[in-house]
């Protein structure tokens, strides 16, 4: 069983940057391979990122490439995002998630879900 805690969302101009961050409960976080995903109002929940368990491999959704980048600290338990160049078009709830596939882009792969943080960019 593996518990996420979103964080670092918030309010940004078009241009600027957000970090999230997530926290895994449980020692079994190195085992698995992490994922963000985000969702819009009246949107389907799409893939964004995602990282293999080393932290060696990293995927992206062809609209953040270049723009957003994943890491991740198993010895903090921790998964983040760094998001910069943030467009209106990023405004979503953002959810982290655990798989044991790694670099799956299909949310039904991803077994753990945080509650998600809100990130909203003005233009």
């Known amino acids: 069983q593996v518990q996420l805690v979103e964080s670092g969302g918030g309010l940004a101009q078009a241009g600027g940057s957000l970090r999230l961050s997530c926290v895994a409960s449980?020692?079994?976080?190195?085992?698995?391979?992490m994922g963000w995903f985000r969702q819009a109002p009246r949107k389907e929940r799409e893939f964004v990122a995602a990282i293999s368990w080393s932290g060696s491999s990293t995927y992206y959704a062809d609209s953040v490439k270049g723009r957003f980048t994943i890491s991740r600290d198993n010895a903090k338990n921790t998964v983040s995002l760094q998001m910069n160049s943030l467009k209106p078009e990023d405004t979503a709830v953002y959810y982290c998630?655990?798989?044991?596939?790694?670099?799956?882009?299909?949310?039904?792969?991803?077994?753990?879900w945080g509650q998600g943080t809100q990130v909203t960019v003005s233009s």
């Open positions: 449980g020692r079994t976080f190195r085992n698995y391979a």
């Open positions: 998630a655990a798989t044991r596939n790694p670099g799956s882009t299909w949310r039904y792969d991803y077994n753990f």
